[in-house]
């Protein structure tokens, strides 16, 4: 699955801090995980900020010094050609703020 998260000093602790930014991103070709098994995920990890398991795909960064980018590119059909691709989501983690946001 596709994942961008948040990462606090204490997990699932609103209070606690957002130190650093988290980005996984899926396999190629391997099967995703179910929608009920997606969601149970989502609702134990609240820092979550977006969690995607229906497509395959990768992740392409951009890391420039004031900022960083992340851009899920991902097909419903991972042994289709490669016009099938398109940008499933894409966030931005700023110079000296921790948590990445959605673009």
Same mark, same amino acid.
């Given at each position: 699955m596709n994942v961008a998260a948040q990462l606090r000093l204490l997990a699932n602790n609103d209070a606690s801090p957002v130190l650093a930014s988290e980005f996984v991103t899926t396999s190629? %070709?391997?099967r995703g995980l179910s929608e009920s098994v997606?969601? $149970? /995920? #989502? %609702? /134990?990890? +609240?820092d979550l900020v977006y969690a995607r398991a229906d497509e395959r795909g990768y992740a392409l960064l951009d890391i420039q010094a004031q900022a960083a980018t992340c851009?899920? #590119?991902s097909t419903p059909? +991972? $042994?289709g050609s490669r016009q099938d691709l398109s940008l499933q989501a894409r966030f931005q983690v700023e110079r000296g #703020? /921790?948590?990445p946001l959605k673009l």
């Open positions: 190629i %070709t391997s997606l969601n $149970a /995920a #989502r %609702t /134990a990890n +609240p851009e899920f #590119r059909y +991972p $042994a #703020r /921790a948590g």
